[in-house]
């Protein structure tokens, strides 16, 4: 599986983005998908995370109620919309795709993913 994150920007407090992430590869729809971000400094997170089918989904305390992550299993797209965007979210924001098949449960974190989209630039300003 190849993935190729985009919608990254810049942005102001209080905006929304929506990021995508094309996955190519004919078993995407058994992957688990997550959403990962990563600030200068610091440890690479888990802000979202949905089971193969769209369910199950995880949100990071940080992000819950504002993100909302989705996935398109006919064309192998995952997203993820980011509303109400505070300075604190800047990072460079990363999809992944689990290790296993068929989980009913995402992991959340980074080391249970086998493939990494390139990272795309979220910067919000104050």
């Known amino acids: 599986v190849q993935l190729q994150a985009s919608g990254g920007g810049l942005v102001e407090s209080g905006d929304s983005l929506s990021l995508s992430c094309e996955a190519s590869?004919?078993?995407?729809?058994?992957?688990?998908m997550g959403w990962f971000r990563q600030a200068p400094g610091k440890e690479r997170e888990c802000v979202a995370a949905?089971?193969?089918?769209?369910?199950?989904?995880y949100y990071g305390s940080t992000v819950k109620g504002r993100f909302t992550m989705s996935r398109d299993n006919t064309n192998n797209m995952v997203y993820l919309q980011m509303d109400s965007l505070k300075p604190e979210d800047t990072a460079v924001y990363y999809c992944?795709?689990?290790?296993?098949?068929?989980?009913?449960?995402?992991?959340?974190?980074?080391?249970?993913?086998?493939?990494w989209g390139q990272g795309t630039q979220v910067t919000v300003s104050s």
């Open positions: 992944a795709a689990d290790r296993g098949i068929f989980a009913q449960i995402p992991p959340t974190i980074p080391s249970k993913y086998e493939y």
């Open positions: 949905i089971n193969w089918n769209g369910g199950s989904p």
């Open positions: 590869g004919r078993m995407f729809n058994r992957y688990a």
